[in-house]
């Protein structure tokens, strides 16, 4: 399951220089074709609502999804719902960000994503999520 949150339905449209030119509808349909080389199944999903992402993550345990990748947005520094939820699940999470949160603001150094997570790639831009579905594969072995 590939869970985006918060304001990503923006990509593409505005701050290029931060997060790319890329639309997430771009960034999916790169991720289908990835998936399918790799014999993997994916459900892609971006919602602007905290609860949503605790659904669906409780979703991805309940029908025991081979891992998560989760840009969580500004979620990521501030929702210890959202942390919660990885940890009542059994599936690993991989936290991804387009941007590198370390470079930016201080209020994004803190990601309570990361507290839970089974590892972080970000910095990439749109190859954030290339990175980390490779990572989900190597789950496998
Ligand atoms: O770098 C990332 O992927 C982030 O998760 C993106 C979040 C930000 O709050 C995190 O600190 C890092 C923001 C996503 C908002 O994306 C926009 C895209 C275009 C225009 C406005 C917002």
Known sequence: MVLNGPNLNLLGSREPAIYGRDTLDDIAVRLEEQAATLGLELDIRQSNHEGHLVDWLHEAGARGAL????????????SIAILDAIKGINVPVIEVHLSNPHTREEFRHTSFV???AKGTIAGFGAASYRLALDAAAALRQ
């Open 67 to 78: 891992a998560v990748l989760l840009n969580a947005g500004a979620l990521t520094h501030t």
């Open 114 to 116: 990361a507290r839970a």
